[in-house]
């Protein structure tokens, strides 16, 4: 039964290292920190049920102990009526006997025959007989019961020696399933730290790879030409047909946008004390006089599109069917602000986000 439990525990904890090996492998994907904060979660309910567990465990071994001493105490207590028992069978024994021996010596010394002359009459007779046996009957049923008695002790003895015997294999038993619980929550405590400890880490080399990313794109934005005026606000046609975007007038936003870096994630956020995706969007642009909607498929429907390819500094990009929207900064990088557990950041639009990438918008 243990054992079973035991086996049930590894193959749990190699699911938990299967699960760690394969948040590692996908360490570029952008929900690193938040896959290991849910992870984290998982673990921390885990926990709690195994806690759980474990009270049942502690009070079930507690409850064990209990009955195992109240037994002991039963015990006892046996052993003191067996010794009662005993002495006082000895007393009606030793009583018996000397009823016997002076009923035998009275009969020697024709004491029965006083006894019998002595009676005034018939009935005077057979009451003198009748309390003589009656005597001896009483001292003889008197033995019987308290040899009963001890046999019923003698008994009882036997049965609490092997009523013992049992509960103290359930206590044992008990005792091993407790440490078995306090074992699987030692090893979840312990894998539960490990996590905290890799978010940790993958959050200060993700604070130092923006750092990076930032001034990166500063330096990008100082060595940035004006934009020419020519054609601005127009649609070209090429050859083909086909209409390609204007140059994009609104870079200045990336300068803007880089202001609330490391600003937290906020579920329909719109100010710097908070952004959601779109509420960044918003916010950023009318900084620049541009009033966007807070909803990045609202925001998908406006400007002109553009390709991964023509995408310029101020552009918008969305993923996964508009439900996820940022601003390009240049050099393959966008800024946005991504979920909850999140900050506003740089990423790349590579891997998974050029994987997800539904389209560019120019404003």
Known sequence: ?????????????????????????????????????????????????????????????????????????????NRRQLKLTQANLKVAQDSLAARLVSAYTSTQDNSTLSVLLGSTSLEDLLNRIEAVNSTSQQDASIVQQVASFKAAVQRHRAELKRAHAEQRSVVAEKAAQRRHIEAQLASRRQLLSSIKGQIVRIKAAEAAQQRQLAAAAQSRLAAAQPVAAVGVGISASTPEGSTVAPPNVHGGVVGIAMQYLGVPYVWGGSSPRGFDCSGLVSYVFAQIGVSLPHSSYSQFGMGTPVSISQLQA?????????????????????????????????????????????????I
């Not at 299967?18 to 979660?41: C, E, F, I, S």
């Not at 926990?47 to 009070?59: C, K, R």
């Not at 439900?323 to 991504?338: E, K, M, N, R, T």
């Open 1 to 77: 039964m243990i054992s079973g439990r035991r086996r049930q525990a590894q193959a749990f904890v190699l699911g938990i290292a299967a699960l760690l090996l394969a948040a590692t492998a996908a360490n570029a994907d952008p929900g690193t920190v938040a896959a290991k904060r849910a992870q984290a979660q998982r673990v921390l309910g885990q926990i709690q049920q195994i806690d759980n567990s474990l009270g049942a465990a502690v009070e079930a071994y507690n409850l064990a102990n209990v009955r195992l001493h109240k037994i002991e105490n039963d015990q006892r207590e």
């Open 314 to 362: 101020g552009d918008l990009v969305f993923f996964t069917g508009a439900s996820h929207v940022g601003i390009y900064i240049g050099g393959g990088q966008f800024i946005h602000a991504p979920h909850t557990g999140d900050v506003v950041k740089i990423s790349s639009l590579s891997g998974y986000y050029s994987s997800n990438f539904a389209g560019g918008r120019r």
